[in-house]
């Protein structure tokens, strides 16, 4: 299995908190980049955040900095997103993506291995 599988969506208030996992069963995903982008209804998909395989580099996006957290653990092949203070804005179908090509982390079109995505809804 390649395709990576996100979990821990869900409804939280406006304020509240929520972490995201994706797994994936294959060992060569401890080597790849990974990162998180979302998709709200009407809206195209984005870029959140970035590790890269060591975890050692991170990157967000503006809308998300100093908000969310995301870390890896590659003895387990997860990577998980810590989303703290969380908006109304913040609602979209969050997506796991593996393995970049290239250098422009934040493109859609750089990465090879998807989730399906884990609904996050914030109510006001």
């Known amino acids: 299995q390649v395709q990576p599988v996100e979990s821990g969506g869900g409804l939280v208030q406006a304020g509240g908190s929520l972490r995201l996992s994706c797994a994936a069963s294959?060992?060569?995903?401890?080597?790849?980049?990974r990162a998180w982008f979302r998709q709200a209804p009407g809206k195209e998909r984005e870029f959140v955040a970035y590790?890269?395989?060591?975890?050692?580099?991170?990157y967000y996006a503006d809308s998300v900095k100093g908000r969310f957290a995301i870390s890896r653990d590659n003895s387990k092949n997860t990577v998980s997103l810590q989303m703290n203070g969380l908006r109304p804005e913040d609602t979209a179908l969050y997506y796991c993506?593996?393995?970049?090509?290239?250098?422009?982390?934040?493109?859609?079109?750089?990465?090879?291995?998807w989730g399906q995505g884990t609904q996050v809804t914030v109510s006001s």
């Open positions: 993506a593996a393995r970049l090509r290239g250098s422009d982390y934040t493109s859609q079109a750089a990465y090879y291995y």
């Open positions: 294959a060992r060569t995903f401890s080597t790849y980049t």
């Open positions: 590790i890269t395989p060591s975890g050692s580099g991170t």
